[in-house]
């Protein structure tokens, strides 16, 4: 199973970006699927999360700006920002638990990150 986030880039403030966490492999069935962000000097932080069933949940400082859709035809989630700030610049890192194919139990697998920079 692979997860390949991707998505980032350098954006004004003010501006969207959308990132994506695409999961591949021989998957029976992906459960929650979240994303993370380690800002420059900082350690890594929990930004969203979004359950099988389309419950999302986000931390305080992004909850009025970003939404985590999902779209499980493709085992894919998304990160929709807007008006972003210089603060939001990190590595942003996608998880998802994932039951593969042949597997009994669900396990946690971690994308490599993609960079988003805001600029002022």
């Known amino acids: 199973v692979q997860l390949q986030a991707s998505g980032g880039g350098l954006v004004q403030a003010g501006g969207s970006l959308r990132l994506s966490c695409a999961a591949s492999g021989s998957i029976r069935s992906i459960n929650s699927m979240g994303w993370y962000r380690q800002a420059p000097g900082k350690q890594r932080e929990w930004v969203a999360v979004?359950?099988?069933?389309?419950?999302?949940n986000s931390a305080g400082s992004v909850k009025a700006r970003f939404t985590i859709p999902r779209d499980d035809a493709k085992n894919t989630a998304y990160l929709q920002m807007i008006s972003l700030k210089p603060e939001d610049t990190a590595v942003y890192y996608c998880?998802?638990?994932?039951?593969?194919?042949?597997?009994?139990?669900?396990?946690?697998?971690w994308g490599l990150g993609t960079l988003v920079t805001v600029s002022s």
């Open positions: 979004i359950t099988r069933g389309g419950s999302t």
């Open positions: 998880n998802a638990d994932i039951l593969m194919v042949g597997a009994r139990v669900y396990r946690e697998y």
